[in-house]
């Protein structure tokens, strides 16, 4: 579902978002965006993903990520 750069940019994002209405989608990806390696294409491709998100599924993509994070790295 997501490449391996989308991926990354949105476990970073995750890490320091402070879990504020919309802060996540609108803000934070586009904050460490220069931070990852990733293509426009796909920083496009994820930012339309993310903007077809309701709220309940951006919250529970959130969470999935902050568990992903917390999972052995290996």
Known sequence: MFTRQQLDLL?????????TDNYF???????????IDISQEDFEVLVVFLDGLNYEQ?????????????????
Do not use: C, I, N
């Open 11 to 19: 476990l970073v994002a995750q890490s320091g978002d402070d879990w």
């Open 58 to 74: 951006t919250r529970h993509l959130q969470l999935a990520l902050m568990l992903l994070d917390e999972l052995p790295k290996g």
């Open 25 to 35: 989608r609108y803000h934070r990806v586009f904050e460490v965006r220069d931070d």
